[in-house]
């Protein structure tokens, strides 16, 4: 009866072990991703769906990558804001890839770049200590802003990747920057027909993080 017993008990504690395991499992293999961006990722201007991060939505699929992507950014949000934003997104959403895309209303606004860089470097951390590998984006700025300034901001993405181990899209608006065409009106956020550029910009460097999520 105490081996019967014994093995009872061992019976229960491996069944209240297995959901727990198999959940584990689970999180581990979660395939999201997470995209914490300003004005240019949260199709300020844009119709509905037809910013660059939907794009990669229909690429995601197009591969049969079987993860979604979640689209958290605000528009003229700040490195800063990101920072206290990403704990909860991180909670919410526990992705595998996060996408920081942040920066450029920092430099508009001519603020700290020790600051922005800190808070980059912040934010990928917490992401990689939840598990996450991160993709940054890189952004430039005009020159009229000072030639050390826009040199410091270009330069600060590609230090923060190198010392973090992250990915990095060098600039997001590689090859449309200078296409007065592909602006609205405003003469800085990209309209509809520069989405797909600024996708495939991104695209480049993401998918080759997909093969082996976190």
């Given amino acids: 009866m105490r081996i019967r017993r014994r093995s009872f008990i ?3 504690c491996c069944a209240a072990w297995l959901p727990a395991a198999a959940h584990a499992a689970a999180s581990t293999n979660h395939k999201d991703i997470l995209v914490i961006g300003d004005s240019l990722s ?3 201007g844009l119709q509905r769906g037809s910013g660059w991060v939907g794009i990669v939505a229909e690429k995601l699929e197009s591969e049969k990558y079987g ?3 979640h689209n958290a950014s605000i528009s003229g949000d700040t490195t800063s804001g990101g920072r206290s934003r990403l704990p909860a997104a991180l909670a919410r959403y526990k992705p595998s890839i996060v996408i920081l895309e942040l920066g450029s209303n920092d430099a508009l606004r001519g603020l700290s770049l020790k600051m922005t860089q800190d808070n980059l470097s912040a934010m990928t951390v917490e992401a990689q200590k939840a598990g996450a590998r991160v993709l940054l984006v890189g952004m430039q700025i005009p020159s009229n802003y000072g030639r050390a300034y826009t040199e410091q901001f270009r330069d600060l993405f590609p230090q923060v990747a190198a010392a973090h181990h992250t990915g990095l899209v060098p600039f997001l608006m590689e090859g449309m920057a ?11 956020h990209p309209n509809e027909q520069a989405q797909s550029i600024l996708a495939d910009n991104v695209w480049k460097h993401l998918k080759p993080m997909l093969g082996t999520g976190s």
Wanted: charged fraction near 15%.
């Fill in 42 to 44: 949260a199709e300020y």
């Fill in 67 to 69: 993860g979604a992507i």
């Fill in 178 to 188: 200078t296409n007065k065409a592909l602006f609205q009106a405003d003469g800085i």
């Fill in 10 to 12: 061992a019976a229960l």
